[in-house]
């Protein structure tokens, strides 16, 4: 009886001590098992890559702009008189110092005439005065009385003689007579309109450049100026304004094109497009481009140890599939296949692709 209950409680023992035995080794199973998903090591991605340098890329600035004559002058009468005769009419091309109109001489010679006797006498006199004060019968005096006669007596004759240049309308500059406001017989007043004259060689197209842009633009750069009826000319840029206009915040800009012809019109409408300054850009195709958690649109690139990057970028302009980029490197490895399926900061497993983009010549027309 003795011995079968020693039996007994030594099993109960071995039952017990295996049952807490079993309870510790699981736990430290468990335990070793969660610290394994606590801290997974990194799993690499493989990725295809390609090498990109940054080009020196030239923008054209697109805008509309209207033509305008490079010089416009409303000719006035400069005496009073009448409209003798009309040698060139509105339409002429005329060239400068051309005569357009003549007015009536009425007795403008004769007063040039009385002018010119009139000097002559002052002349005349102002010697005699200088004769005599060097004799000592002249004081400095009188000397300077005659002198000033002489003056007076030269300025009638200039004034006279203008007077009676002033009836012969002559044109200022090369252009064409727009605008006739007089006929024969009319008598104009001083200062009366007679013809308005435009120059249109070169003629110049007029824009508004925005200021993100204004610093762009440079003068003496060659524009491209389309026609309404697909006709492209080419111009300079000659002028920039340095200020601003108020209500639009825009700078007034204008281009010169030859106009020898005068077939290009005052008021036309145009298409003008501007190379901006060059910038070095990279020119990417655009399916490298991706959005990251911030809503940045970038590329992803690998550095030299191989590590995920993820690059902000600034799109300039699109090119047939590709994208001119700037915000990169001026060398740079961009991850062209597999950057959806990458974390930034994981090292990658890299391979390089053969380069595939053609050769750009950094310009959008």
Known sequence: MQRSSLIIATLIFIVSASWIASGV?????????????????????????????????????VVNGRSQASRVVTVK???????????QEKGSIVTKGQNIINLKEDDRALLVKEAQQRVRQRKIEYNAALKLKKEGFNS????????????SARAVLARAQLDLENIHIIAPFDGVIDRQYVEIGDFLS??????????????????????????????N?????????????????????????????????????ENKDYTLKEGL???????????????????????????????????????????????????GGFNWVTGLKQDITLIIQGQDFVA????????????KTPKDTGTIK
């Open 25 to 61: 080794l699981f736990a430290s199973d468990d335990k070793e098992k969660k610290n394994i998903f606590v801290t997974p090591e990194k799993e690499k991605q493989a990725v295809l890559v390609q090498k990109f340098s940054a080009q020196d890329f030239t923008n054209n600035l």
């Open 269 to 319: 409408t145009v298409e003008l497009k501007i190379p901006l300054q060059p910038k070095k850009a990279h020119r990417i195709p655009s399916s490298l481009l991706l959005l990251n958690d911030k809503g940045q649109i970038g590329v992803r690139a690998v550095d030299d140890q191989n590590i995920i990057q993820f690059f902000p970028i600034k799109i300039l302009a699109s090119d």
């Open 77 to 87: 009468a400069e005496i009073s008189a009448q409209v003798s005769e009309i040698i």
């Open 140 to 151: 400095n005096v009188r000397v300077a009385e005659v002198r000033a006669d002489l003056e």
């Open 190 to 219: 001083l200062g009366q309109d007679i013809i308005k004259l435009v120059d249109l060689d070169p003629i110049e197209f007029e824009v508004f450049v925005a200021e993100k842009d204004i610093q762009d633009v440079k003068k």
């Open 221 to 257: 750069r060659i524009a491209t100026v389309t026609l309404m009826n697909g006709t492209e000319l080419k111009g300079k840029v000659t002028y920039i304004a340095v200020s601003a206009d108020e209500n639009t915040r825009t700078f007034p800009v204008e281009i010169s094109v």
């Open 344 to 355: 930034d900061g994981h090292e990658a497993i890299v391979t390089f692709a053969e380069p």
